[in-house]
């Protein structure tokens, strides 16, 4: 079939259209450097033609407030295209646990897309995933400094971006789920103890220093983020995707 990957170049689109094309689908890569502006809608209407599915992998250029904006103009102007189009199955990629944390401003944006998706006209699937191994160390730098590294214990259950994929391309081949699909990591851990074996496999000589309101992971309650009784669970433990980087 004929897939539109919109954010085709990024993490998870670009081993995305990688996957699809491998598997024998056309595959179009939507992206602002190719053209495609979903902010504008410029260039949807052309990356959508003859598209019998779409995947949304995009994200918000900002993490705060105005990610809300985002996510309800680029669904809007992506759902709006679709119709004219002809599409017949719309695949978002989102996180597990993110209508439980509205206290963050990305999660409560996330939401929004999956609410619009459900409201639209065209049959949907929503794929959430769990933190990604390869963003830990994103999550790492923005508490630290030169020899601590603060964290709060918060229970994750973080996943290979090549699994996240694997599910993705099941879903864009399937029919459409009208509904949500969670999938996890093969372990929790929590953030501080993630903090840790980061650390010590790169022989960073840092301390992670347990902290319960250093960062934005501080304001989740519970384990909201590691998926119900239903999550599918991926292969892969955190400490052998490590063993590989190193």
């Known amino acids: 079939m004929k897939i539109t990957v919109i954010g085709g170049t990024g993490l998870i689109g670009s081993r995305l ?3 699809l094309r491998g598997a024998g689908h056309e595959v179009v890569t939507a992206s602002r450097s190719g053209g495609v502006d979903l902010v504008t809608g410029a260039g949807l209407d052309e990356a959508l033609a003859g598209a019998h599915t779409v995947v949304d992998v995009t994200n918000s250029p900002t993490f705060d407030s105005a990610s809300s904006d985002f996510f309800r103009t680029t669904t809007g102007n992506l759902l709006e295209a679709g119709e004219r189009a002809g599409v017949r199955h719309q695949v978002a990629l989102s996180i597990v646990g993110v209508d439980q944390v509205p206290q963050l401003d990305y999660y409560r944006a996330k939401t929004l897309q999956e609410d619009l998706l459900k409201q639209g ?13 390869e963003f830990v160390d994103a999550v790492l730098s923005w508490t630290s400094d030169d020899t601590t590294v ?15 994929v694997e599910a993705l391309v099941e879903t864009a081949t399937g029919r459409p789920l009208d509904g949500t699909i969670d999938i996890a990591g093969p372990e929790v851990l929590p953030l ?3 903090g840790r074996l980061t650390l010590s496999a790169h022989r960073d000589p840092r301390a992670v220093v347990t902290d319960e309101g250093a960062g934005p992971f501080a304001l989740v309650e519970g384990d909201a983020l590691t998926g119900g009784p239903g999550v599918r669970t991926a292969r892969t433990r955190y400490e052998t995707w490590l063993g590989t980087r190193s």
Do not use: C, H, K, M
Not at 150 to 164: D, F, K, Q, Y
């Open 17 to 19: 259209v990688t996957a």
């Open 121 to 133: 006209a065209i049959p949907y699937s929503i794929v959430r995933a769990t933190q990604f191994f």
């Open 150 to 164: 603060r964290l709060p214990s918060t229970p994750l259950r973080p996943i290979a971006a090549a699994e996240v």
């Open 192 to 194: 501080d103890g993630l």
